[in-house]
């Protein structure tokens, strides 16, 4: 299994929404690097729900529920489906950055990723820190 972590805005998409919804398109993502990252993920891998903006905290985790389909007009793009699994005290990113045994995290080095892999250590690390 791997890990990631993915952003929403809250007024946008909220990690409540995906509760009430019990599940979702993760769609509209239009970053190269991001699109990679959704191409390699697989059914049963785990995701972070990020609130970014102006909360910028962890406050949840995913289930990846159906790997990439083509998403847009043309196809090129990628999107996953998505369910909750559960809710976490948040975990702000200011509290991330204060960690220094999660600098290398994606997170931290590529903030404007709305898509990135989570090294397993670094998913320990935060889930303990919602704890």
């Known amino acids: 299994m791997a890990y ?25 993502v239009r970053n190269n ?15 972070f729900f990020y609130h970014s903006g102006e909360v910028r905290a962890v406050v949840g985790i995913m289930r ?16 996953v489906g998505v369910e909750p699994v559960k809710a976490l005290t948040p975990v702000t990113l200011k509290d991330i950055k204060a ?3 999660l600098a290398a995290m994606e997170l931290v080095r590529q903030s404007r990723l709305s898509v990135s892999p989570v090294r397993e250590e670094e998913w320990a690390a935060i ?5």
């Not at 790997?67 to 847009?72: A, C, H, N, W």
């Not at 889930?127 to 704890?131: G, H, L, Q, S, Y």
């Open 4 to 28: 990631w972590l993915m952003k929403s805005e809250p007024d946008v998409y909220s990690w409540e929404d995906l509760v009430r919804d019990g599940s979702t398109e993760w769609d509209g």
């Open 33 to 47: 690097a991001a699109r990679l990252h959704l191409r390699a993920m697989k059914a049963g891998d785990e995701a």
């Open 64 to 79: 990846i529920k159906r790997e990439g389909r083509p998403d847009g007009e043309d196809g090129s793009w990628v999107s």
């Open 99 to 101: 960690q220094p045994t």
């Open 127 to 131: 889930v303990k820190m919602a704890f």
